[in-house]
């Protein structure tokens, strides 16, 4: 059965006083699309470019702590987040060094930190949206599918890269949401070591 986004949109509002799982489901995306992160700075290793990804490597690691240990205590103050928002990506640059998706694994980091600061659902479906973009415009990038009519979309929706993104999501706010208590710690590994492996298959089919 086909998953859309906005039935993912829906089991985020469906959760959204679940703060701690849907932060983890969060970070799970935001893992999956580091890779693409990674292979930007790879190519790109001005000093700025290296002070960009050390702060963003550093901002996700702090996000997982956070969401591991139910804490604020490695939160990002207000000063930081606006100055990690500073270093963003902008699009035509990383158009022009060929890694598109790159913007959208750094702008994750940046929503999922806003969310657990906010705990405002409009920022994790925002975050959640960027995964799913992310695997939406490679599928019509790379296979030519057309865009212009609601059956384009449909069928770009259907596509295996697509849905397995969207189903993943669904998975992972569902498994973060029923962990107890005393478990949530050791669901918040699984789920960073599984997105972990994910990440390195996230456009394949």
């Given at each position: 059965m086909l998953v859309s986004?906005?039935?993912?949109?829906?089991?985020?509002?469906?959760f959204r006083e679940e703060r701690w799982a849907i932060a983890c489901c969060?970070?799970?995306?935001?893992?999956?699309?580091?890779?693409?992160?990674?292979?930007?700075?790879?190519?790109?290793?001005?000093?700025e470019d290296v002070h960009r990804f050390r702060t963003s490597?550093?901002?996700?690691?702090?996000i997982w702590t956070c969401v591991r240990e139910r804490s604020e205590v490695e939160l990002l103050q207000v000063e930081e987040q606006e100055e990690f928002e500073h270093l963003l990506l902008a699009e035509d640059v990383a158009f022009a060094a060929g890694h598109p998706y790159a913007v959208d694994a750094m702008e994750s980091i940046a929503l999922t930190s806003r969310y657990l600061s906010s705990e405002d659902i409009r920022e994790a479906i925002a975050t959640s949206e960027h995964s799913y973009n992310a695997v939406d415009n490679f599928v019509v990038n790379n296979f030519n599918y057309?865009?212009?009519?609601?059956?384009?979309?449909?069928?770009?929706?259907?596509?295996?890269?697509?849905?397995?993104?969207?189903?993943?999501q669904m998975r992972d706010l569902r498994q973060a949401c029923a962990a107890p208590r005393d478990q949530f710690s050791m669901v918040c590994a699984v789920l960073r070591d599984r997105a972990l492996q994910e990440g390195r298959t996230v456009f394949s089919e």
């Amino acid at each position: 059965m086909l998953v859309s986004f906005g039935e993912v949109s829906s089991e985020f509002n469906r959760f959204r006083e679940e703060r701690w799982a849907i932060a983890c489901c969060l970070a799970a995306c935001t893992q999956r699309l580091n890779p693409q992160l990674q292979k930007y700075f790879l190519q790109n290793t001005t000093v700025e470019d290296v002070h960009r990804f050390r702060t963003s490597q550093d901002v996700l690691a702090r996000i997982w702590t956070c969401v591991r240990e139910r804490s604020e205590v490695e939160l990002l103050q207000v000063e930081e987040q606006e100055e990690f928002e500073h270093l963003l990506l902008a699009e035509d640059v990383a158009f022009a060094a060929g890694h598109p998706y790159a913007v959208d694994a750094m702008e994750s980091i940046a929503l999922t930190s806003r969310y657990l600061s906010s705990e405002d659902i409009r920022e994790a479906i925002a975050t959640s949206e960027h995964s799913y973009n992310a695997v939406d415009n490679f599928v019509v990038n790379n296979f030519n599918y057309p865009t212009k009519t609601d059956e384009d979309e449909r069928l770009i929706v259907a596509h295996p890269i697509v849905q397995k993104e969207l189903q993943r999501q669904m998975r992972d706010l569902r498994q973060a949401c029923a962990a107890p208590r005393d478990q949530f710690s050791m669901v918040c590994a699984v789920l960073r070591d599984r997105a972990l492996q994910e990440g390195r298959t996230v456009f394949s089919e």
